[in-house]
């Protein structure tokens, strides 16, 4: 699928698929969301069936502006306005006690709403379109590998989208961060790029849960369960210092097996790919999830992934490889 800029008319045609209930995928900087208009309990029936998502999961309601926050939030503190003006538009989710009038079908049953202004340009204008809040988790099947490029979600859903707004490849290309300012303690409940030293950056140290445990029966938000992100091939993590000995065994058990790691190519007779990353964060970030699909593609018994440093700038990245891993 070539990459077209949507122009006006695509988009307002995408908006009004979205107003009558169908849904709609659309870029946005870090994955490709599956759209859904947020008050319309059919459109969000629809979203959850074609996902194959659980309907105790949450999903993320997209906004076009700050200004929307006190419609869908019944408040909003102080904190979230102060994050808001410094990292939106942009890969961060805010969850905040939801307002009446937001649905189970959106908060998965809790009291709590999670909230996001994205920085795609092709997503605000639809947004901004829209006029109103778009439910938009990723769009692929529930668990799966997220979508960076239109072609995956076409691959993945095909027609089971009415519209599927091509705006290239994602430019961070994994979930966003999620803060809960819902309660008494700030925690992180997903790691993303945008890390907990930018954030305390904005709002100061505070003590609290550094994140959800990925055991929580019911998920606070999005992406937390300790197995997602996952390919169909099974993904083995390994750090550096026991990548050699991975592909020893994999030989010993003539299984064949890819790589990604950040090291050059190694000559081995079961690998039948091995794909090279970067080794600066954002640059991996944005091929992650393409180079994962690639993968999944290849007849390998198994993925070899090397572990990426245990610093801040990789912990997103970290958290999605552990979970894809125990897929």
């Not at 949507?6 to 659309?26: C, H, M, R, Y």
Request: with cysteine.
């Amino acid at each position: 699928m070539a990459s077209v800029t949507p122009d006006s008319e695509e988009i307002k045609n995408a908006s009004t698929l979205l107003k009558a209930g169908q849904l709609v995928a659309f870029p946005t900087e870090t994955v490709y969301g599956l759209g859904a208009d947020a008050s319309n309990a059919d459109a969000l029936a629809r979203l959850y069936r074609v996902k194959g998502r659980p309907d105790t999961h949450p999903v993320i309601v997209h906004l076009a502006s700050v200004d929307m926050l006190e419609k869908w939030a019944k408040t909003v503190p102080d904190e979230a306005y102060k994050l808001a003006e410094k990292l939106w538009p942009g890969p961060m989710t805010l969850i905040l006690k939801k307002a009446s009038h937001v649905s189970d079908a959106v908060s998965g049953g809790q009291d709590t709403v999670g909230l996001r202004i994205p920085s795609h340009p092709v997503a605000l204008e639809l947004l901004k379109e829209f006029g109103s809040g778009v439910a938009a988790p990723s769009a692929n099947r529930h668990g799966k590998v997220s979508p960076t490029s239109a072609a995956h979600v076409k691959e993945e859903l095909g027609d089971l989208v009415a519209k599927i707004l091509d705006g290239g490849s994602c430019s961070v290309g994994i979930e966003s961060t999620i803060i809960d300012l819902s309660g008494q303690e700030r925690r992180i409940l997903r790691p993303g790029m945008i890390t907990i030293e930018e954030i305390e950056k904005i709002l100061g140290k505070k003590k609290g849960k550094a994140k959800a445990k990925p055991e929580e029966v019911v998920p606070r938000a999005p992406g937390t369960l300790s197995s997602h992100y996952a390919p169909s091939t099974s993904l083995k993590l390994f750090s550096s210092s026991n990548l050699g000995r991975a592909l020893a065994t994999a030989e010993n058990l003539s299984m064949k097996v890819a790589v990604m790691s950040f090291r050059e190519p190694i000559t081995c007779s079961v690998v039948v790919t091995w794909r090279q990353l970067p080794d600066n964060a954002d640059e991996y970030a944005r091929v992650l999830y393409s180079t994962l699909r690639e993968l999944d593609d290849q007849g390998a018994d198994y993925i070899i992934a090397e572990e990426p440093p245990q610093e801040a700038a990789w912990s997103g990245i970290l958290d999605r490889l552990r979970r894809a891993a125990n897929g």
